[in-house]
Antibody
Framework: QLQLQESGPGLVKPSETLSLICTVS??????????WSWIRQPPGKGLEWIGS???????YYNPSLKSRVTISVDTSRNQFSLKLSSVTAADTAVYSC????????????????WGQGTLVTVSS | ETTLTQSPAFMSATPGDKVNISCKAS??????MNWYQQKPGEAAIFIIQ???TLVPGIPPRFSGSGYGTDFTLTINNIESEDAAYYFC?????????FGQGTKVEIK
């Protein structure tokens, strides 16, 4: 059974770069038809898709965050990562990783499974 | 960008009730709608695929309906274990977007 687990600092200072890793177990990150994704939910607000990456490098980002986001995949470690630069308090959120199942249209589909999520607070 | 308007934001139900959660899309998204359940401190679970398909392993009291712009998640004979946060997601176009969510409380 595929499982995903987020890890990284729970506190980041304003203007710095938020960095998170998602470790995939129970399956290969190099499988076809899957994109490896990040989603976040600020406290009291709805969910926001950050972006998704195929193991070979094809990437889709939310335009609202595109200028600050980098998602990368490490097939040797079966991990993928998120970097979000120049963070502010508005980036405080629970960040979740998930596998995007994309069968028809590249980069579009449903998220299954999800990680538990990790709270990242931006504060000095 | 497709905005998903989900309602209600909160609802309280009694075991055995039938519960309907609505998700309205700001433009036609065919059947490219998915539903999820999330309990506090746990990973979200995928429950309905492409508007109407029940994900394997999900109890049959859950069902989805709709096409185009109006979608509904229905929970028949709701049980105490169904207390959770439910949200919709569209994959018709980029960026992928989510509804604001519905918190379901069981009395």
């Amino acid at each position: 059974q595929l499982q995903l687990q987020e890890s990284g600092p729970g506190l980041v200072k304003p203007s710095e770069t938020l960095s998170l890793i998602c470790t995939v177990s129970g399956g290969s990150i190099s499988s076809t038809s899957y994109y490896w994704s990040w989603i976040r939910q600020p406290p009291g607000k709805g969910l926001e898709w950050i972006g998704s990456m195929y193991y070979s490098g094809n990437t889709y980002y939310n335009p609202s965050l595109k200028s600050r986001v980098t998602i990368s995949v490490d097939t040797s470690r079966n991990q993928f990562s998120l970097k979000l630069s120049s963070v502010t308090a508005a980036d405080t959120a629970v960040y979740s990783c998930a596998r995007l199942v994309s069968l028809a249209a590249a980069g579009r589909g449903w998220f299954d499974p999800w990680g538990q999520g990790t709270l990242v607070t931006v504060s000095s | 960008e497709t905005t998903l308007t989900q309602s209600p934001a909160f609802m309280s139900a009694t075991p055995g009730d039938k519960v309907n959660i609505s998700c309205k899309a700001s433009q036609d998204i065919d059947d490219d709608m998915n539903w999820y359940q999330q309990k506090p401190g746990e990973a979200a679970i995928f429950i309905i695929q492409e508007a109407t398909t029940l994900v394997p392993g999900i109890p049959p009291r859950f069902s989805g309906s709709g096409y185009g712009t109006d979608f509904t998640l229905t929970i028949n004979n709701i049980e105490s274990e169904d207390a959770a946060y439910y949200f919709c997601q569209q994959h018709d176009n980029f960026p992928l977007t989510f509804g604001q969510g519905t918190k379901v409380e069981i009395k």
